[in-house]
């Protein structure tokens, strides 16, 4: 149980053009979804915290008008990075939780995603 | 606030050698400890974890044990395989008590790469 699914998982765009991610609960009701984003070699940094029905709560630093968040229903979530630039090039990770799982959730494969 | 500090890498041992990969923490209240593994191109992957103090988290022959009097989660394996090559990352979270939409946000440690060779 708990798995957690993105998509694509892997993503070429130009320059200027948006890019959406999706990340769905399999299995499970996630009542809160978490984005991350890891950078090569570095450790994953929060980017924005998602519960169903309400605005995202994004952490210090990260742009909201330049990564959405829509959390529409209790297995899906989206990131959509708009206007995207060769430094938004990374691995977006989400991880998803219900109450039942305990603090910690489980994490989709990641998306990576490379901006020319 | 809180952070997570990881052992500096890269480590690279012999199969069969011992690890040790070290972590040390900086929490308000009491978190919950988390070990994840992330294999090349993949996702991350729990690991183990331990949800009070002394509690003992162990999963494929890795063990870490949480220590509240050293803020300390090392994780330990007796004897590594090539197939444990990958980057290790040492997390927290707060408890469900730490208010609102804390909880369940994990905070990482910076990672730590462990190349087996045979």
Redesign the interface.
């Known amino acids: 149980g708990a798995v957690v699914s993105?998509h694509p998982s892997r993503v070429i765009c130009k320059s200027g053009t948006s890019v959406k991610i999706e990340c769905r609960s399999l299995d499970f009701q996630a009542t809160?979804m978490?984005w991350y984003r890891q950078f090569p070699?570095?450790?994953?940094m929060?980017m924005a915290?998602s519960?169903e029905g309400s605005k995202a709560?994004y952490e210090q630093g990260v742009e909201k008008d330049k990564f959405l968040i829509n959390h529409a229903s209790l297995t899906l979530s989206t990131l959509t990075v708009t206007s995207a630039h060769p430094e938004d090039s990374s691995f977006y990770?989400c991880?998803a939780?219900d109450l039942g799982q305990?603090?910690?959730?489980?994490?989709?494969?990641?998306t990576r995603l490379l901006v020319l | 606030g809180n952070s997570v500090t990881q052992m500096e890498g890269p480590v690279t041992l012999s199969e069969e050698a011992f690890l040790t990969i070290n972590c040390t923490y900086t929490a308000t209240g009491y978190p919950?400890l988390?070990w994840?593994v992330q294999y090349p191109g993949?996702?991350?992957?729990?690991l183990l974890?331990a949800?009070k103090a002394d509690d003992k988290g162990s999963n494929k022959g890795f063990e870490a044990t949480y220590r509240k009097e050293t803020t300390s989660f090392h994780l330990e394996k007796g004897s590594v395989q090539v197939s444990d090559s990958a980057v290790y990352?040492c997390?927290l979270?707060?408890?469900?008590g730490a208010g609102g939409?804390s909880?369940?946000?994990?905070?990482?440690?910076?990672?730590t790469?462990l190349t087996v060779h045979p």
């Not at chain 1, 070699?41 to 994953?44: A, M, N, V, Y």
């Not at chain 2, 909880?103 to 990672?111: A, D, E, N």
């Open positions: 993105q809160t978490f070699k570095k450790s994953l929060l915290t519960n709560t990770i991880s939780r305990g603090a910690q959730g489980a994490f989709g494969p990641g | 919950s988390f994840y993949e996702g991350l992957q729990l974890k949800t990352f997390a979270s707060l408890p469900l939409t909880y369940g946000k994990l905070t990482f440690g910076q990672g790469i």
